[in-house]
């Protein structure tokens, strides 16, 4: 008995592991190979890849908060937004070629980060700052500008991509010949 509770709960993990999304990274060269309008890549479903760790020092007197938590650090007031790996994001728009803004919240379209090829990282659609200086980047996120770590710089898209592969058969069966 204690076999057969096994064995099922094996299947039923195998049957999970194989029905569960196997992610890619967003390439530009996947990109080019499907030529894909923006309109298609509204469609598509996109995840980070890692962890981003958005923050800024908030102004005295500053009152809205976009939806992260406030800390207080050294006497200052810090906005923290974290984006955690695997949390799904869709295209809003396309400023210029090869440039995604993405957002990972649904309350607003002002919610969005940049991404774009990154060719040190085999031209994956990476989180891209508006200047990196030593270890820290500066985005823009919500009209304001946030500071983000370097860890948050190898974030990058991925798709839930099915490999289907490019081999098209085309099939028939003999149906045999016998002797007049």
Not at 129 to 134: L, P, Q, R, T, Y
Request: net charge positive.
């Amino acid at each position: 008995m204690y076999f057969k509770i096994l064995f099922v709960g094996a299947m039923f993990s195998a049957l999970l592991i194989s029905c569960s999304a196997s992610l890619t990274p967003f390439t530009q060269e996947l990109y080019d190979k499907h030529r894909w309008t923006e309109s298609e890549l509204k469609k598509i479903q996109f995840y980070l890849s890692e962890d981003v760790l958005l923050t800024r020092q908030m102004t005295s007197g500053e009152s809205h908060i976009t939806g992260g938590k406030i800390r207080i650090e050294n006497g200052r007031r810090i906005e923290e937004i974290r984006i955690p790996a695997y949390t799904p994001g869709v295209l809003l728009f396309m400023p210029r070629e090869k440039r995604f803004a993405v957002s990972f919240e649904s309350q607003d379209d002002d919610l969005y980060l940049m991404f774009g090829p990154n060719p040190k990282m085999r031209n994956r659609y990476a989180l891209l700052a508006k200047e990196w200086e030593g270890d820290q980047g500066k985005v823009h996120y919500n009209g304001n500008l946030y500071d983000v770590d370097t860890r948050s710089a190898f974030a990058s898209l991925m798709v839930d991509l099915k490999k289907t592969g490019t081999t098209e058969y085309n099939s028939r069966r003999a149906e045999g010949r016998r002797v007049e």
